[in-house]
C-alpha cells in the first residue's frame, strides 16, 4: 500500500506483486480516498473493512512511504496534529489485525525523474510491468486520464496544479479526479521497483 495525505484529499493504492514467465509484475487491486472531514484515519479504517476478508488468509501488508509520510498535521488526520502519518497507518492498521512491514523510500524521486519513469512503466519498457483493475479503480485510472504534463528546467513532470485549488468546482473538478491519487499510485510503484518489500523478500532493486 502507499498513500497521499493532502488537506483536502487522503488517498491511497494497494497493489500485488507477482511474476509472469519470470518477469516482474504488479497488480493493481484498489485504489481509496476520504475527503473534507473525513481524513486519514477514516481511510485506515475503510481499506480495513474491504480487506478484512483477505486478512483471514493473510495479514501482512507493506506500506512503503516516503518523506512526505514523515509530516504529520491536523489538516490530515482526525484528532492527532502531532502524529506523523506513516505511524498513524501502522496504528490503525495494527490495532485490526495486520501485520505491517514498514518501508522507507527517503527523499522523493525528482518530478521530472519520476515522469520519466512512470512514463516507462505504462509504456511497458519498464518493469514492474503494471495491470489495473479497473472496477476497482475507476478514479485513479480518470486521475491519470487527467493528468497533464508541464515542462520544467530540468524536462517534463507531471503538472499537479489543480491540487492547489480547495473548490470542486470549475476546471479542477472533483478531488478524487486530480494528481494526488496518482501520486499515491507513483509510491507503490516506486516502492515495489526500487525498495523490495521489507522482511518478507520479495522484489529489489538498485537505485539508478
Same mark, same amino acid.
Given at each position: 500500500?502507499?498513500?497521499? +495525505?493532502?488537506?483536502?484529499?487522503?488517498?491511497?493504492?494497494?497493489?500485488?506483486?507477482y511474476? +509472469? @514467465? !519470470?518477469?516482474?509484475?504488479?497488480?493493481?487491486? *484498489? *485504489?481509496?480516498?476520504?475527503?473534507?472531514?473525513?481524513?486519514?484515519?477514516?481511510?485506515?479504517?475503510? &481499506?480495513?473493512?474491504?480487506?478484512?476478508?483477505?486478512k483471514v488468509?493473510n495479514?501482512?501488508? /507493506?506500506?512503503?512511504?516516503?518523506?512526505?509520510?514523515k509530516?504529520?498535521?491536523?489538516? !490530515?488526520?482526525?484528532?492527532?496534529?502531532?502524529?506523523?502519518?506513516?505511524?498513524?497507518?501502522k496504528? @490503525?492498521? $495494527?490495532?485490526?489485525? &495486520?501485520? +505491517?512491514?514498514?518501508?522507507?523510500? $527517503?527523499?522523493?524521486?525528482?518530478?521530472?525523474?519520476?515522469?520519466?519513469?512512470?512514463?516507462?512503466?505504462?509504456?511497458?519498457?519498464?518493469?514492474?510491468?503494471?495491470? /489495473?483493475?479497473?472496477?476497482?479503480?475507476?478514479y485513479?485510472? +480518470?486521475?491519470?486520464e487527467?493528468?497533464?504534463?508541464?515542462?520544467?528546467?530540468? !524536462?517534463p513532470?507531471?503538472?499537479?496544479?489543480?491540487?492547489?485549488?480547495?473548490?470542486?468546482?470549475?476546471?479542477?473538478?472533483?478531488?478524487e479526479?486530480?494528481?494526488?491519487? =496518482?501520486?499515491a499510485?507513483?509510491?507503490?510503484?516506486?516502492? =515495489?521497483?526500487?525498495? !523490495?518489500?521489507?522482511?518478507?523478500?520479495?522484489?529489489?532493486?538498485?537505485?539508478?
Amino acid at each position: 500500500i502507499a498513500f497521499d +495525505v493532502n488537506a483536502n484529499i487522503c488517498t491511497m493504492v494497494t497493489g500485488q506483486t507477482y511474476k +509472469v @514467465e !519470470g518477469l516482474d509484475c504488479l497488480n493493481v487491486l *484498489s *485504489s481509496l480516498f476520504t475527503k473534507n472531514d473525513r481524513k486519514l484515519r477514516a481511510l485506515c479504517s475503510d &481499506w480495513c473493512k474491504y480487506y478484512a476478508p483477505q486478512k483471514v488468509r493473510n495479514n501482512n501488508v /507493506i506500506l512503503y512511504y516516503d518523506a512526505t509520510m514523515k509530516q504529520g498535521g491536523a489538516y !490530515g488526520i482526525e484528532n492527532a496534529a502531532d502524529t506523523r502519518y506513516y505511524n498513524v497507518v501502522k496504528e @490503525e492498521l $495494527g490495532k485490526r489485525g &495486520w501485520k +505491517v512491514t514498514m518501508v522507507a523510500m $527517503g527523499t522523493p524521486m525528482s518530478h521530472p525523474q519520476k515522469f520519466q519513469f512512470i512514463n516507462d512503466i505504462l509504456s511497458g519498457v519498464q518493469r514492474p510491468f503494471l495491470r /489495473i483493475n479497473r472496477e476497482n479503480n475507476e478514479y485513479l485510472i +480518470v486521475a491519470m486520464e487527467n493528468a497533464r504534463v508541464v515542462m520544467t528546467s530540468r !524536462g517534463p513532470a507531471k503538472d499537479k496544479s489543480k491540487e492547489k485549488h480547495a473548490s470542486e468546482q470549475g476546471e479542477a473538478g472533483p478531488l478524487e479526479t486530480r494528481t494526488d491519487i =496518482t501520486d499515491a499510485l507513483d509510491t507503490l510503484v516506486i516502492g =515495489t521497483r526500487y525498495f !523490495g518489500s521489507g522482511a518478507t523478500g520479495g522484489m529489489r532493486f538498485s537505485m539508478p
